[in-house]
């Protein structure tokens, strides 16, 4: 089986391919998980075979009938936890800590009726750091690739701990299952939703400022007992929050970027703001979005939109 590697060399894969588990992309349901296989083509690059579905229940198509951009970062993320537990024997049940994403979209290469749906996710690994053995860091970067052409790159950063390490970490607030009061919804139709339970941002007095609305029985949002608010989930509320915010225009995060300072608690209000950036010539509109809990940094987000050609 040829492989090409991220950098447009073909090579014979010494392995695989191999059928990805629900188990290793951490999910519930098969409908929300996209890779469905891995190959290891040569040392730290891999192949991840993933499948985009015509229509999803959250991952809804933007601006026509195009693929939603967090469908391809989800994606992303998806493929690194298999590569983790697959090509680095990482074991199910260590927690990946995200640092950092990063994505860039070709929309005009995202039509959901152009061509077929089954990607193919090039990755590398490098800053690759062990201890013990053991993968405890590293650096992934990603190109995706549809019908042959590069669609999408991005980046992801984290770092792998053990679940006794993760204790540590936590400390008393690693305790799963916890009810959060839902607060009430901005309209669905503002933030290019068509049901409330979708909607991540509850209104505010201020400007520019929206409270973080979590619902833990989400069925996309929470496949399994959290203990804290997951990282997917802070990124569709900038990307909400950046709609809002832009409202003269479809806000379509074509890049982004999104860090991670702390975790985001259940148990007190996240603060979400918005501070829009001029429209550059090219008609990219930016937009940085920052989370804040209990007067400390959660995230920092950076995202732009650059509509397609029609």
């Known amino acids: 089986m ?14 695989g391919p191999f059928p990805a588990s629900l188990a290793q992309l951490h999910r519930a349901r098969q409908a929300d998980a996209f890779p469905v296989s891995w190959t290891r083509t040569r040392d730290d690059h891999h192949s991840v075979t993933a499948h985009w579905p015509g229509e999803h229940p959250y991952f809804i198509p933007v601006h026509g009938h195009r693929y939603d951009p967090l469908l391809v970062a989800e994606t992303m993320r998806q493929a690194t936890l298999l590569v983790l537990h697959a090509g680095y024997g990482v074991p199910v049940g260590h927690h990946f800590l ?3 994403l990063q994505f860039t979209c070709d ?7 152009d061509g077929p749906g089954e990607v193919e996710v090039q990755v590398v690994c490098s800053d ?21 052409a590069v669609v999408a790159t991005g980046v992801i950063t984290g770092r792998i701990v053990g679940p006794e390490a993760y ?9 799963p299952g916890f009810e959060v009061p839902r ?40 496949q399994s007992e959290k203990d804290h608010v997951p990282g997917m989930l802070l990124l569709e509320a900038a990307r ?4 809002l915010g832009t409202p003269s225009q479809p806000f379509v995060p074509s890049s982004g970027r999104i860090s991670f300072q702390r975790y985001a608690e259940f148990g007190t209000p996240c603060w979400i703001r918005t501070h829009a950036l001029p429209t550059s010539r090219a008609g990219t509109t930016g ?14 987000a950076e995202l732009s939109s650059a509509l397609p050609a029609c």
């Open 2 to 15: 040829n492989r090409t590697t991220i950098d447009g060399g073909s090579l014979r894969s010494p392995s």
């Open 98 to 100: 995200l640092a950092e």
């Open 107 to 113: 929309m005009d290469r995202l039509a959901i009726d």
């Open 128 to 148: 690759v750091r062990r201890v013990r053995g053991h993968v405890s860091q590293l650096r992934i970067d990603m190109a995706v690739r549809r019908a042959g």
């Open 167 to 175: 204790l540590r970490v936590r400390g008393d607030r690693a305790v």
């Open 183 to 222: 607060t009430p919804p901005v309209p669905a139709a503002l933030v290019g939703r068509s049901s409330a339970e979708d909607v991540l941002l509850s209104p505010t007095p201020q400007e520019r400022l929206w409270q973080l609305r979590v619902d833990t029985t989400h069925p996309i949002l929470f």
């Open 240 to 243: 909400q929050a950046a709609g």
């Open 287 to 300: 937009v940085t979005i920052t989370g804040s809990q209990d007067d400390g940094a959660v995230f920092l």
